[in-house]
């Protein structure tokens, strides 16, 4: 099973979103799923904290949310596919976000990616 | 009876809809990742189905964690598309064949797969981009059957449970009592990672290994549990499991018509498979 394999086996640098984290960043998701929709990313954009409140986060995500954090997310329960609807408001793509959890600059980050290739 | 024409297997990377919309194919970035799909194209044009099967996951634009079903099939009338969130252009809807749905549902649940049925379905780039990749210029030739597999929410179905899923698609598709000429498509992988401090693992060695076992030994694959995948392949990279529905769903013995593996495109190991039934 994932869930016991995440606890007894871990992958150094991933989190497995299983039914702990899912419970844990249940607002947070929610609130990035919204994104889906122009006007839910309008909404946040004119008052960012209105916006997590309304749909409960906790202050360690608000935080995360207001830092643009993209591990902190992680940890307080946030699944990469709805975060990405986050980072894509300020127009980041995945390559900025890896950049940022690996601690890279978007430059060296490329090229690791592409040195993957030989 | 409905004819198994063959099998797609290919990555899904929602950049290469930025780059087809943006007309970059000719890029030096782009063109060798381009360059593998003429043949798959070519290969359409002369096979001619009339509808596509196309295994996929959904990245949070139709299901959320309020309700995920691990297997979804699609039933409606047609399927529309959105923006997911990072103002991508949206496509026009991909006519649906409810009919043929209602007999893959009928036949996998009488096969006890309880999968979800969908009569709303919205796609989101891991089905309309390699529809973009086969199909250039938006056009519309086949009609589309949705089956969408969880990654989003662990515990994941299981390899060897996605093969099983993809051998009672067979039969369902086998079964159907109509002439269509019947394409499947797959959709995900290879290698990748988005998040954690490993974001950006790829495996070449593992993710060719995979492509040969696919063609001829599916069931090494199914050995694997999906926390070797995230291991082996990326917590992305467990898309594997779409290809291995798709290999369930043909022969024991398979024909590789075509083969093409690319790194990266954005931060995927990208590749693709031509496959027809041998026996």
């Known amino acids: 099973m994932s869930v016991a394999n995440a606890t007894i086996d871990p992958i150094p640098g991933t989190?497995?979103?299983?039914?702990?984290?899912?419970?844990?960043?249940?607002?947070?998701?929610?609130?990035?799923?919204?994104?889906?929709?122009?006007?839910?990313?309008?909404?946040?954009?004119?008052?960012?904290?209105?916006?997590?409140?309304?749909?409960?986060?906790?202050?360690?995500?608000?935080?995360?949310?207001?830092?643009?954090?993209?591990?902190?997310?992680?940890?307080?329960?946030?699944n990469v596919y709805y975060l990405a609807k986050f980072a894509g408001i300020f127009g980041l793509g995945v390559q900025d976000i890896g950049a940022q959890q690996t601690g890279m600059t978007l430059d060296a980050f490329r090229a690791k990616l592409a040195a993957a290739a030989h | 009876m409905a004819t198994l024409v063959g099998g797609v297997c290919t990555s899904h990377i929602p950049a290469i809809g930025n780059a087809i919309a943006r007309g970059l194919e000719d890029e030096p970035y782009w063109r060798p990742f381009f360059a593998g799909y003429p043949p798959v194209r070519k290969w359409l044009e002369a096979t001619r189905p009339d509808v596509a099967v196309v295994i996929?996951?959904?990245?949070?634009?139709?299901?959320?964690?309020?309700?995920?079903?691990?297997?979804?099939?699609?039933?409606?009338?047609?399927?529309?598309?959105?923006?997911?969130?990072?103002?991508?252009?949206?496509l026009a809807p991909y006519p649906g064949d409810p009919r043929f749905s209602w007999h893959i549902i009928e036949?996998?649940?009488?096969?006890?797969?309880?999968?979800?049925?969908?009569?709303?379905?919205?796609?989101?780039?891991?089905?309309?981009?390699?529809?973009?990749?086969?199909?250039?210029?938006?056009?519309?030739p086949v009609r589309t059957v949705p089956i969408a597999v969880n990654t989003v929410q662990h515990p994941l179905p299981t390899p060897a449970r996605c093969f099983k899923l993809g051998q009672a698609l067979g039969r369902a598709i086998a079964s159907y009592p109509d002439n269509s000429r019947v394409v499947a498509i797959a959709t995900g992988?290879?290698?990748h990672q988005l998040d954690g401090e490993r974001a950006g693992f790829i495996n070449k060695q593992f993710d060719l290994m995979c492509l040969d076992k696919i063609v001829e030994d599916p069931h090494a694959?199914?050995?694997?549990?999906?926390?070797?995948?995230?291991?082996?392949?990326?917590?992305?990279?467990?898309?594997?499991?779409?290809?291995?529905?798709?290999?369930?769903?043909?022969?024991?013995r398979v024909r590789q018509l075509h083969r093409h593996y690319h790194i990266p495109v954005s931060n995927t190991a990208a590749g693709l498979l031509l496959l027809e039934n041998a026996a």
Not at chain 2, 118 to 132: G, L
Request: proline share 2%; aromatic share 12%; hydrophobic share 40%.
């Open chain 2, 189 to 191: 992988g290879l290698s």
């Open chain 1, 15 to 78: 989190y497995i979103f299983d039914g702990e984290l899912a419970l844990r960043g249940y607002a947070l998701n929610k609130m990035c799923y919204s994104f889906n929709d122009a006007a839910s990313r309008e909404e946040f954009r004119r008052d960012e904290d209105a916006y997590c409140a309304k749909f409960g986060l906790n202050e360690e995500q608000r935080a995360a949310i207001r830092n643009r954090d993209v591990l902190a997310m992680l940890a307080s329960g946030g």
């Open chain 2, 221 to 252: 694959l199914t050995q694997y549990s999906i926390h070797d995948l995230v291991r082996l392949a990326g917590t992305q990279g467990v898309e594997l499991i779409m290809w291995l529905v798709l290999r369930g769903a043909m022969t024991t």
């Open chain 2, 107 to 140: 036949s996998l649940v009488r096969d006890e797969f309880d999968v979800a049925t969908c009569q709303e379905m919205r796609v989101d780039h891991a089905f309309t981009v390699p529809q973009a990749l086969l199909w250039p210029g938006g056009t519309r």
């Open chain 2, 56 to 90: 996929y996951n959904d990245h949070g634009l139709n299901f959320f964690l309020d309700n995920l079903p691990t297997f979804a099939v699609g039933a409606a009338q047609q399927y529309s598309n959105a923006d997911e969130g990072w103002g991508l252009p949206t």
